[in-house]
């Protein structure tokens, strides 16, 4: 089992940047992929980012690709949600999720990752 803990969310003025990480503990000797998602007051949750067990491979939306990157360090067992040019439709409760899995494919449906963590508020308003 992998417990996951995101932190750096907060609020920022539109076209600024944040960075998000998630902490993963428990069993992280396995691989696991790792996905962030978001969700907006009314709205379903989405994928904005996600990326390999060894962080080769990565997906990002095409309507967030280049302004949103994901990384991994499977040393320090943290993920990162880089995030640039943030706009107010970004305000959301972002969450990372994470799955076993060795797949050079990334997991790109909610329902592919077992593991969640409990979401850190990002609000974008001038």
């Known amino acids: 089992q992998v417990h996951l803990v995101e932190s750096g969310g907060g609020l920022v003025q539109p076209g600024d940047s944040l960075k998000l990480s998630c902490a993963a503990s428990?069993?992280?000797?396995?691989?696991?992929?790792m996905g962030w998602f978001r969700q907006a007051p009314g709205k379903g949750r989405e994928l904005v980012a996600a990326?390999?067990?060894?962080?080769?491979?990565?997906y990002i939306p095409d309507t967030l690709k280049g302004r949103f990157d994901i990384s991994k360090d499977n040393a320090k067992n943290l993920g990162y949600l880089q995030m640039n040019d943030l706009k107010p439709e970004d305000t959301a409760v972002y969450f990372c999720?994470?799955?076993?899995?060795?797949?050079?494919?990334?997991?790109?449906?909610?329902?592919?990752?077992?593991?969640w963590g409990q979401g850190t508020q990002v609000t974008v308003s001038s």
């Open positions: 990326i390999t067990g060894n962080g080769l491979f990565t």
């Open positions: 428990g069993r992280t000797s396995s691989t696991y992929a």
């Open positions: 999720a994470a799955a076993y899995s060795s797949s050079r494919i990334t997991l790109r449906n909610s329902e592919e990752y077992y593991y």
